[in-house]
């Protein structure tokens, strides 16, 4: 089973920054994009962040201006920069990789921000 190798999660206060980090094995071909959903306690999975080949960009509205999401291809690594994070932001982040064959998602990073 292919395994999405996520880091960067953690705690901290209103306004502070985190950046998560998702690696995707080179068995992974095809990418078609990348991205960055969070699910929040009780809540549903809800995108937040996309790239996808050109690049295009995506992200929701609670997160424009303030998060920016980026990648290296060499690498096959998607990055989440999160600055001014709020308390709403808390939740668990999961990576998902998109290609021709199928969808593959990490583990989950856990964010939390307190006021």
């Known amino acids: 089973q292919v395994q999405l190798a996520e880091s960067g999660g953690g705690s901290v206060q209103t306004g502070g920054s985190l950046r998560l980090s998702c690696v995707a094995p080179r068995s992974i071909l095809g990418i078609d994009a990348m991205k960055w959903y969070r699910q929040a306690p009780g809540k549903q999975r809800n995108l937040v962040a996309a790239?996808?080949?050109?690049?295009?960009?995506v992200y929701s509205d609670s997160v424009k201006g303030r998060f920016t999401i980026s990648r290296n291809i060499v690498k096959n690594t998607v990055y989440l920069q999160m600055n001014d994070l709020k308390p709403e932001d808390t939740g668990v982040y999961y990576c998902?990789?998109?290609?021709?064959?199928?969808?593959?998602w990490g583990q989950g990073t856990q964010v939390t921000v307190s006021s």
């Open positions: 998902n990789i998109v290609t021709r064959r199928g969808d593959y």
């Open positions: 790239i996808a080949n050109g690049p295009n960009l």
